[in-house]
């Protein structure tokens, strides 16, 4: 009863967080290029975020070593909380004098402590559910994080008409201060007991477990190959599709994400309902949905028809969710849970790393050749992780 306590308290307190998370971003980036009108002072801060997100994954395994993992969520939690008053209240008293340094510290400052909410979120789980309902507790979590990717979007960007920016800001800060309490409040977890390690191996540990686990190696392999897939459904990307191929007004490019995202909550919500059947059938599932991907995507370059295309959008997130959360259970099922949290860092730096180089060489590839080219490589990584994944030994 205890641990399905606190899988609810996680679940609602990460999410109260994402949604600040979100606020925070499209409040930042607006109120900075209002300021300067200068698009690279406002792309700062999804490079300090993005940094902010790397350090802190380098991290991770070495503080997690040293106290409990829903400690660390509390404490880091409620940091970003004062940190986002503290802000509030320089946005009241420096309104005529800001000073873009300081508030590009603030920034850092909050995305690293943000960076480690992820990886611990998802190591907790197993903490809290019994391993037979990891793929619905999976199937839940996953939801979530689409319902807010759906929604905290157009929630912040509407709420900038409403409010000031140094409003919208205290109003998140009540949003943080809100899933503070909520963690507070999480069970506790045991730690596990591990001997002292030098500092630069303990930075390290994950990358090193990464590659000593056959299993983990490759499903961290299929990750990363999903990573760069996933390139074809950037902004940009879709943009240019929805301009060159489709030959639609820019609110399709809007459309195409918004259907994407609604197919993964479908999907999430497909994997809940026969969360054992799919949890029996891992291999099964990862294929299926990793082959479908695929093909679709492929289909997707190859029409031009608008609807038939919102329609393929819709398919493409489904099946993404029915591959990625028997996947996400796999490992929490197969990993012991002192390894989590630096496997889920290594593993999170790794892929950010892959999808921001990759995301430039795909938006050469639809400069120089045609944007359909990067539907038809995305389609083709997919096709080749479902190779992958028919021959993961699952014991």
């Known amino acids: 009863m205890k641990k399905n306590q606190g899988f609810t308290q996680l679940i609602i307190g990460q999410t109260v967080a994402n949604v600040g998370d979100t606020i925070f971003i499209v409040a930042i980036i607006s109120s900075i290029f209002s300021w300067t009108d200068s698009a690279l002072a406002a792309a700062l801060v999804p490079v300090l975020v ?3 997100g790397v350090i802190s994954g380098f991290l991770s395994p070495v503080i997690t070593s040293y106290f409990r993992l829903e400690q660390v969520l509390k404490v880091s939690q409620m940091c970003k909380t004062a940190l986002l008053f503290f802000m509030t209240a320089y946005l009241y008293l420096k309104a005529e004098t800001m000073n873009l340094l300081v508030f590009y ?3 850092a400052l909050i995305s690293f402590l943000d960076g480690c ?6 190591a907790l789980i197993p903490k809290y559910v019994e391993k037979h309902r990891l793929v619905k507790a999976n199937g839940i979590f996953n939801s979530m994080l689409q319902t807010v990717n759906i929604g905290s979007w157009a929630i912040g960007t509407s709420l900038l008409r409403v409010f000031f920016v140094h409003q919208l800001v205290l109003l998140d800060s009540f949003l943080f201060l809100s899933a503070s309490i909520v963690l507070a409040f999480l069970p506790r977890t045991t730690r596990e007991k591990n001997e002292k390690q030098p500092l630069g191996h303990q ?5 090193r477990w990464i590659m000593k686990d056959p299993l983990v190696r490759v499903i961290v392999g299929m990750d990363m190959l999903e990573s760069i897939a996933n ?3 950037v902004s940009a990307i879709v943009l240019v599709f929805v301009r060159e191929v489709m030959q639609a007004p820019d609110a399709w490019w809007g459309y195409i994400n918004a259907t994407y995202f609604v197919g993964a909550l479908l999907g999430s919500a497909l994997v809940m309902r026969f969360s054992e059947r799919f949890d029996k059938n891992k291999r099964t599932a990862i294929v299926m949905g990793a082959v479908l991907g695929g093909l679709i995507t492929v289909a997707v370059a190859l029409s031009g028809d608008r609807f038939l295309i919102l329609g393929l959008s819709v398919l493409i997130g489904l ?5 990625n959360i028997p996947q996400a259970s796999l490992i929490q099922q197969k990993v ?4 989590l949290v630096a496997i889920y860092a290594a593993s999170g730096i790794l892929n950010s790393g892959v999808f921001a180089l990759f995301t430039l060489l795909m938006g050469q590839v639809a400069d120089v050749f045609d944007v359909r080219w990067v539907f038809v490589l995305s389609g083709s990584l997919l096709l080749l992780v479902g190779l992958i ?3 993961l030994k699952i014991s």
């Open 50 to 52: 993005t940094g902010g």
């Open 105 to 107: 510290c603030l920034v």
């Open 117 to 122: 909410s992820e990886p611990i979120s998802r």
């Open 203 to 207: 930075l390290f540990i994950g990358w």
């Open 231 to 233: 390139t074809a459904w």
């Open 319 to 323: 099946f993404s969710q029915i591959k």
């Open 336 to 339: 012991a849970a002192d390894r």
């Open 389 to 391: 994944a028919g021959k």
